[in-house]
């Protein structure tokens, strides 16, 4: 573990980060250091505060007190280099844009103010859907598409930021299998390229076969490492409690991982 | 001109513009969800009107709609800064601020009205209905450059404007300044509802920010599209309210303008293909025509050479829809009537035997995935091979070669 983030340039290192609603605090003191590039899965029970974390990362929502930096800049300095994937019910899907233009809008932030996007931008979009499959949807209007092919027009528009860190708020939540699996693929592909991504997933099942490394979270930081030695049945019972169902999942997530490993 | 004296071509031009630049600007504040602001805006407006008046003690246009301006502005930061600050929603908080503003700015004109020492008072009124008759030269040359320098900042910002109105927190995250170029927008809108206030009035403003946009999104999913029909039907909306008005003088400027407006709003909403009503009640209907037909393909796949009587027996479809989907098949030459029974042709037999195979696998994943089922926007049964990846696909036939197998023995 580095102690300077600012000379190691670490990818992410959230210091001493607590985030209030009104007076209710939903995240406290979080110190968080992610060193190396690799898929890191965000679990915790419902209101946790895994996406206020991501938000809350990303400036989205105001930290009560905290300190935040990426590749040793703050946020501000690096917008360039950061991906964002929201959630699906973050906009109205109802607005008239094609998914082409969904997805052209990862490029705006390289563009900067005026200028339109040129033959390289459409051609870099369109190249993204097809990252997705979707590059026969590409004239539809987001709201004809479904919810899987919806959140594959977010995750090809966040590729289109080509960005070296991506935070995505639930990509899998709700998406049918062939959505899941060129998810886990370009998650796959981008962590190979020296990326980071932080994921708030909710499936414990998957959580092994996905991710390198876990960060568990409910409200405080439970614990966050390499899933081999962090994923653990004293760990999830730290973050989830006594919920026995829920836990009976993970346990049979650590098994299932214990056998293949 | 002949029929369109000088007064009424400058009213005309006035109202076109004001139509033209609300029908741009209110576009992006209705996907915005920033309609029922405007309304507030433009009732907010109306107080800082006849406070201008009263600080200047006459009728100087610029300086009553700078005073309107400064008011409605303030009207909507107030409404923002309930939001944020109280419990309050979002609409109890421009329900407050709307008809809190508006009462005040009618007590002010009622003091105005008492007030004898103030010559010109008369007009002050007009403010609430509009009164487009009193447009002079100088007020269109006010709207013209107010409808310029709108259109200039759309094509400059058009880009940024589109991705802060789809998705904020991801313009913020690519590092756009979301408040600024939201105030941008804003500020546009207050410009529009201001310089509107005299020709249309305080309490139909908002309509005319609203019914342009919301009749342009019937007839596109395409932004640009949008933009420029909602501009469109805006200009037509001011102009043909003002033939109107100027055609029976003892119509009001404001509500006749806005039922112009409304009946624009009434064809798109039945007429347009893209989103109206009876288009996508034609689809409904073409669509459940076709589960008809597909369901008379395979039950004559499964027993063919059924009479009439038989065929609507043995499901609950009514008579007439049955056969309209007979007569319809028997056309497209499908399904054959010999001696009062219906079999299938060649080219039926293959139809009905994709729909026999596109219904079962359908079954099989959704049983095998019941989770799965919102996610569909189509479970079209011929579309299958589309809609699911091929092993998925290849995964269901084995189940579904293995479940006849099953039967058969």
Redesign the interface.
């Known amino acids: 573990m580095s102690q300077s983030p600012q000379q190691t340039g670490a990818v992410l290192d959230v210091h001493d980060m607590t985030v209030a609603y009104r007076r209710k605090p939903v995240l406290w003191d979080i110190d968080l250091i992610i060193d190396e590039p690799g898929l890191i899965g965000i679990v915790g029970p419902n209101g946790a505060g895994k996406s206020t974390l991501i938000?809350a990362i990303?400036?989205?929502v105001p930290m009560a007190s905290g300190r935040v930096s990426v590749f040793g800049g703050t946020i501000?300095e690096n917008?360039?280099l950061?991906g964002?994937v929201?959630q699906r019910e973050?906009?109205?899907w109802d607005?008239?844009?094609?998914a082409f233009?969904?997805v052209l809008?990862g490029t705006?932030?390289a563009?900067g103010?005026?200028?339109?996007?040129s033959r390289k931008q459409r051609d870099w979009a369109m190249e993204c859907l097809a990252k997705v499959g979707m590059q026969d949807l590409a004239k539809r209007?987001i709201g004809?598409?479904?919810?899987?092919q919806q959140q594959r027009v977010f995750l090809a528009?966040a590729l289109a930021?080509k960005a070296r860190l991506y935070?995505m708020d639930e990509p899998m939540a709700?998406?049918?299998?062939?959505t899941e699996r060129v998810i886990f693929e370009l998650l796959r592909e981008l962590r190979d390229q020296g990326c980071t991504v932080l994921v708030v997933h909710h499936d414990l099942r998957t959580v092994a076969s996905y991710f390198d490394n876990v960060v568990l979270l409910n409200m405080r930081l439970v614990a966050s490492g390499p899933v081999a030695t962090t994923f653990n049945e004293d760990n999830l019972r730290k973050t989830y409690g006594g919920r026995l169902a829920i836990l009976d999942d993970a346990g049979e997530a650590v098994r299932a991982q214990e056998r293949s490993s | 001109m002949g029929w369109l004296s000088y007064n009424t071509a400058i009213v005309l031009s006035g109202t076109s513009l004001l139509g033209a630049v609300s029908g741009l600007v209110g576009s992006f504040a209705v996907l915005r969800r920033r309609a029922l602001t405007g309304d507030a805006l433009a009732h907010a407006a109306f107080p800082g009107l006849c406070i201008a008046f009263l600080v200047m003690q006459r009728r100087h246009l610029p300086g009553l709609l700078l005073g309107a301006f400064i008011s409605g502005v303030f009207g909507v930061v107030l409404i923002s800064g309930l939001r944020r600050s109280t419990r309050i929603k979002e609409d109890a908080a421009i329900g407050i601020v709307l008809s809190v503003f508006y009462g005040g700015g009618i007590v002010l004109l009622s003091i105005i009205e008492q007030q004898t020492t103030i010559g010109s008072k008369a007009g002050l009124k007009s403010y609430i209905l509009g009164a487009a008759a009193g447009m002079v030269r100088s007020d269109v040359m006010l709207i013209g450059s107010i409808c310029v320098v709108c259109t200039l900042l759309v094509l400059l910002l058009y880009k940024e404007f589109k991705l802060v109105s789809f998705d904020p927190g991801f313009a913020e995250v690519q590092g756009w300044p979301v408040l600024a170029i939201d105030l941008g927008l804003m500020t546009m809108v207050a410009l529009t509802v201001v310089i509107g206030l005299p020709a249309v009035g305080a309490v139909m403003m908002a309509a005319m920010l609203i019914i342009p946009a919301a009749a342009a999104r019937f007839w596109t999913n395409r932004l640009s599209l949008m933009l420029t029909l909602s501009a469109i039907f805006g200009t037509l909306t001011g102009a043909l309210g003002t033939l109107a008005t100027t055609r029976f003088s003892t119509l009001p400027a404001g509500p006749t303008i806005i039922l112009v407006g409304a009946f624009l709003f009434l064809c798109s909403m039945l007429f347009a293909p893209a989103r109206g009503l009876i288009a996508s009640w034609r689809r409904m209907r073409e669509f459940r025509a076709v589960v008809v037909r597909q369901r008379v393909l395979a039950e004559l796949f499964h027993r063919p050479d059924q009479t009439f009587e038989k065929l609507l027996k043995r499901r609950s479809w009514s008579g007439q829809k049955l056969q309209t989907a007979l007569h319809a098949l028997v056309d497209a030459e499908r399904v054959v009537k010999r001696d009062l029974k219906y079999s299938l042709t060649d080219g039926g037999t293959e139809a009905a035997k994709r729909v026999v195979r596109g219904i079962e696998l359908w079954k099989l994943f959704v049983a095998e995935n019941p989770q799965l089922t919102a996610n569909f926007t189509d479970l079209d049964v011929e579309n299958i091979d589309e809609v699911l990846p091929p092993e998925v696909v290849e995964q269901l036939e084995v189940m579904r070669s293995s479940a006849s197998a099953g039967s058969v023995a």
């Open positions: 938000k990303l400036g989205l501000r917008r360039k950061i964002y929201p973050s906009v109205d607005f008239p844009v094609s233009d969904a809008m705006y932030g563009l103010w005026f200028k339109r996007p209007q004809q598409l479904s919810g899987g528009r930021q935070f709700g998406v049918d299998a062939t």
